[in-house]
């Protein structure tokens, strides 16, 4: 299905990663102020007299995306395909406790409260990643999808 979306997507449109943040925890801050960061980065463009060889530079790396803050918890959908992305075995790093989607999702409807913060999704690959691991953020945001 990515592979349709893909070869339909308009030129200029930017992937969208949210992250779903609570401003009162440092994880969540640190998770904000990389993507943050590299959004910022991605947006700015090299003079010719700054511009090096760029020739090297892998075909992997994204080049620009929209980052979306949201404060709230997702919706129910929206969990559900986060888990579907992590895995069930992630389920309990999102939902405090759940020891699998389905335990996450009761645990979630039973008190929104239970849903860890940051989690930064890229809904048009189909990618998750829970906290402010710079490494995995990274690799959230200049990987290729994963039908390519």
Known sequence: MNVFKNLF?????????????????S?????????????????????IDQAGDHSKQSKQERTEFDLDVVEDPPT???????????GPSKA??????ATGSSDAMR?????????????????????AVVGDNESELMKLIRSLPKDS
Do not use: C, M
């Open 9 to 25: 997507k308009e030129r200029g449109v930017k992937d969208v990663i949210t992250l779903f943040h609570n401003p009162s925890s």
């Open 27 to 47: 994880t969540s801050i640190r998770a904000h102020t990389f993507l943050k960061q590299a959004a910022g980065n991605a947006q700015s463009t090299a003079t």
């Open 76 to 86: 129910p959908d929206q969990l559900t395909i986060i888990l579907e992305y992590l």
């Open 92 to 97: 309990g790093n999102v939902v405090k406790d």
């Open 107 to 127: 645990k979630f409807k039973a008190s929104h409260t239970a849903f860890q913060r940051p989690v930064a999704v890229d809904w048009n690959h189909g990618r």
